[in-house]
């Protein structure tokens, strides 16, 4: 069962607190982006990957034996990540290794693992 809804029951704006907020909001087009960004994350197939990148670099096949997936289904969703700039490819001769992009990428997903993990304990 959840936490009780808490509401405002104020009749009074907070004006000067909502004009500096106001003049901080980001564009529209700003928030799209972070819309996108955050959907990245929206699939269980790509958290269980970015999981494993988290921990190591991996190529298809090494991540498609750890998830038991087909190395078609990892491609697909490897593209998305490369797409959205989360992981990175290097090839070593005929293998492409997968990473986590970089350092941002690593602190988000971990500081969010961080966080889900506190809300348990």
Sequence with gaps: MGKPEQLCDCEVLHEETVAVVRKKMPATE??????????????????????????????????????????????????????GNLVRARRDGKVVYYSLADSHVKEIFEKAVEHLEEIHE
């Design 30 to 83: 700003k928030v799209g982006d972070l819309v996108e960004f955050f959907k990245l994350f929206g699939d269980t197939t790509r958290i269980r990957i970015l999981w494993a990148l988290d921990h190591a670099e991996l190529c298809v096949c090494d991540i498609a034996a750890l998830l038991n997936m087909t190395k078609s289904a990892i491609s697909h969703q490897l593209r998305i990540l490369r797409d």
